[in-house]
């Protein structure tokens, strides 16, 4: 008798981990935030671009009824209140849409307050989709319009973050919990023709450095200009030395300075 043998083969099924990140929105600072800027002046302006860095202490400030969370303004490269100048604040409502209410902030082309009667305007609205439109409020009195032409999603760190891409202006982008790649109040980005324009250098979050433009050698760059000073025949001129009034005058030479900071006059 032919004795058949049957092999039962037993196939082992080692299941497939998946580590795929998934989105969950991702709520807009209110505390422990700097973004590092440049912002260039007209093309005839001397100095032609200056560093700016704007701060969310975490503080409450109360404008017109309305909690907002302390906005600064400062040139350092580290944020204290006491080298900062406090010009507004920021919050952000349920449907996602963030406010900004304030003074008026220096430079031409972010929002200056006067041209909105002085009521809060929207930075940015993250609930938007393909297809929305949105007013373009780069300090424009006139009603400008944005479309949403595509969002996709950007993975920052370990979290994945909504990005919005605009047209008729493909240079603005928006990204979810950080702002406008153009910078935190230079909302679109828009370039006329006098070179007027600013651009997002960093993001750091709790000291972390969540977004990099590394086009720049710095998350935040010393010296106006992006050049550091070269002391081969560099000469400084205080005058009039010795002095006791309360106005002295400095004179730097070809040297473009933006900020100037006396820590001890004696």
């Known amino acids: 008798m032919k004795t058949v043998l049957i092999i039962t083969g037993i196939l082992l099924t080692i299941p497939l981990i998946s580590f795929s990140q998934e989105y969950e929105y991702v709520a807009f600072p209110d505390s422990g935030v700097i973004w590092s800027e440049i912002y260039y002046f007209p093309i005839d302006s001397c100095p032609r671009y200056t560093y700016e860095r704007f701060a969310i202490s975490g503080e409450d400030t109360v404008i017109s009824d309305i909690t907002y969370k302390k906005l600064y303004i400062f040139y350092d490269t580290i944020?204290?209140?006491?080298n900062a100048t406090f010009i507004g604040g920021i919050r952000e409502d349920e449907n996602k849409k963030i406010y900004f209410k304030g003074d008026t902030v220096v430079h031409a082309f972010k929002p200056m307050n006067e041209l909105y009667g002085y009521e809060e305007i929207i930075l940015f609205d993250f609930s938007l989709k393909q297809g929305d439109t949105i007013k373009n409020i780069n300090c424009l009195p006139y009603d400008d319009r944005l479309v949403v032409q595509k969002?996709?999603?950007?993975?920052?760190?370990?979290t994945l973050r909504r990005r919005f891409h605009f047209d008729p202006e493909p240079w603005v982008k928006w990204i979810e919990g950080i702002g406008s790649l153009n910078g935190l109040l230079f909302t679109s980005g828009?370039?006329?023709?006098?070179?007027?324009?600013?651009?997002?250098i960093c993001f750091k979050q709790d000291d972390v450095i969540l977004y990099f433009n590394d086009y720049y050698p710095d998350c935040m760059p010393l010296i106006s200009g992006g050049n550091s000073i070269d002391d081969k025949g560099f000469e400084v001129a205080v005058f009039p030395n010795p002095t006791n009034i309360n106005?002295?005058?400095?004179?730097?030479?070809?040297?473009s300075?933006?900020?100037?900071?006396?820590f001890d006059a004696h």
Request: hydrophobic share 40%; net charge negative.
């Open 79 to 82: 944020f204290n209140k006491s």
């Open 151 to 158: 969002v996709d999603t950007i993975l920052i760190g370990n």
């Open 190 to 200: 828009a370039i006329p023709t006098n070179g007027i324009n600013n651009e997002l």
């Open 247 to 255: 106005e002295i005058t400095f004179n730097f030479g070809y040297q």
């Open 257 to 262: 300075i933006s900020l100037l900071q006396v």
